[in-house]
């Protein structure tokens, strides 16, 4: 059977042109000046990623997705963070371990250092009481699954802060979008700004134990790439990127913890932040993790951006 890793990017699509409520109320920068300066922090950080590779079984194996340039991006007029809408909270939901608790922990630091923008991590909430009809159990492994609509429909919408520029929940619960789906690692509305993650199967499928640097680098780049989204950023496939699809937790693996030239210059256009400092905040993360391989990347792309005439 094949496990398709959703990501919602249908939901995505379908959500764009209802979101005007959002665009028209953007705070989006001055494009001219700022995306020629933009195009020449992309030229500068292409040495440091590799062109999108497609091994079987991965997500562009199996999908067919055209990517979008930054200079698309930015004429397509993407959802943005304005001044009223600019929070990401983040929802733990369920019963978590100590090393899943610190995962997420960490990932928001992560994600405020990406983004630049407030993230705020809420408390723990318990499941609560799932109807029948949205939970179901795989009875070879007695798993528990919980459909991704209680989440999304039912507990989600009761939280949503209006300063929210998207609502994540990150559940230790294995997902599932309907019923003949095996499973899902995550769904995401546009339109309404919540989503959901779950961390059940970043774990080993076999020992369920989990890798600490392994699972806390699968929760970044799951929260930040469906953060992404909420941006109107499409999946990439032009470059081994943080925002291209994956359809399997070693296709995850194999992408860095940062976004491509491309996606990095409609971030930094999108959030209107400068990306050097941005290279500056995440060095400084992987530098506190004691990740040298990582901080050293950072480091080197920041210096590139410096060096640009
Ligand atoms: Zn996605
Ligand atoms: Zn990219």
């Known amino acids: 059977m094949r496990f398709l890793y959703i990501m919602a990017i249908a939901l995505f699509a379908a959500g764009c042109g209802s979101n005007s409520e959002i665009a028209s109320n953007s705070a989006a920068p001055g494009k001219d000046a700022r995306v020629e300066?933009?195009?020449?922090?992309?030229?500068?950080?292409?040495?440091?990623?590799?062109?999108?590779?497609?091994?079987?079984?991965?997500?562009?194996?199996?999908?067919?997705?055209?990517?979008?340039?930054?200079?698309?991006?930015?004429?397509?007029?993407?959802?943005?963070?304005?001044?009223?809408?600019?929070?990401?909270?983040?929802?733990?939901?369920?019963?978590?371990?100590?090393?899943?608790?610190?995962?997420?922990?960490?990932?928001?630091?992560?994600?405020?250092?990406?983004?630049?923008?407030?993230?705020?991590?809420?408390?723990?909430?318990?499941?609560?009481?799932?109807?029948?009809?949205?939970?179901?159990?795989?009875?070879?492994?007695?798993?528990?699954?919980?459909?991704?609509?209680?989440?999304?429909?039912?507990?989600?919408?009761?939280?949503?802060?209006?300063?929210?520029?998207?609502?994540?929940?990150?559940?230790?619960?294995?997902?599932?979008?309907?019923?003949?789906?095996?499973?899902?690692?995550?769904?995401?509305?546009?339109?309404?700004?919540?989503?959901?993650?779950?961390?059940?199967?970043?774990?080993?499928?076999?020992?369920?134990?989990?890798?600490?640097?392994l699972l806390l680098t699968r929760t970044i780049k799951v929260a930040t790439h469906e953060v992404g989204h909420m941006f109107s950023m499409k999946h990439c496939t032009k470059y081994e990127c943080l925002m291209a699809g994956t359809n399997h937790v070693l296709e995850t693996d194999r992408r860095p913890i940062d976004n491509c030239p491309e996606c990095t210059a409609k971030l930094s256009w999108a959030m209107n932040y400068e990306p050097l400092k941005r290279y500056e905040r995440l060095t400084e993360f992987c530098k506190k993790q004691g990740w040298l391989d990582e901080e050293k990347l950072m480091r080197d792309k920041a210096n590139a951006i410096r060096g640009i005439k």
Request: proline share 7%; aromatic share 12%.
């Open 37 to 213: 300066k933009l195009e020449r922090v992309r030229d500068s950080l292409k040495p440091f990623f590799e062109p999108m590779e497609v091994r079987d079984g991965d997500w562009l194996d199996t999908q067919k997705e055209f990517g979008e340039t930054f200079e698309e991006y930015v004429r397509s007029n993407p959802t943005l963070p304005t001044p009223k809408r600019r929070k990401i909270y983040i929802q733990p939901i369920g019963t978590f371990s100590h090393e899943q608790r610190n995962a997420i922990k960490l990932a928001a630091e992560y994600m405020k250092a990406f983004y630049d923008l407030p993230v705020e991590l809420n408390a723990d909430r318990p499941l609560g009481s799932v109807p029948r009809d949205k939970m179901r159990k795989i009875e070879y492994k007695n798993n528990l699954q919980i459909r991704t609509a209680y989440f999304l429909e039912d507990v989600l919408p009761k939280l949503l802060e209006d300063d929210a520029a998207a609502l994540i929940a990150l559940t230790n619960y294995d997902l599932y979008p309907g019923d003949t789906w095996a499973f899902v690692f995550g769904q995401a509305t546009f339109k309404d700004r919540v989503g959901v993650w779950s961390l059940y199967r970043l774990a080993d499928p076999i020992t369920r134990k989990y890798d600490p640097k």
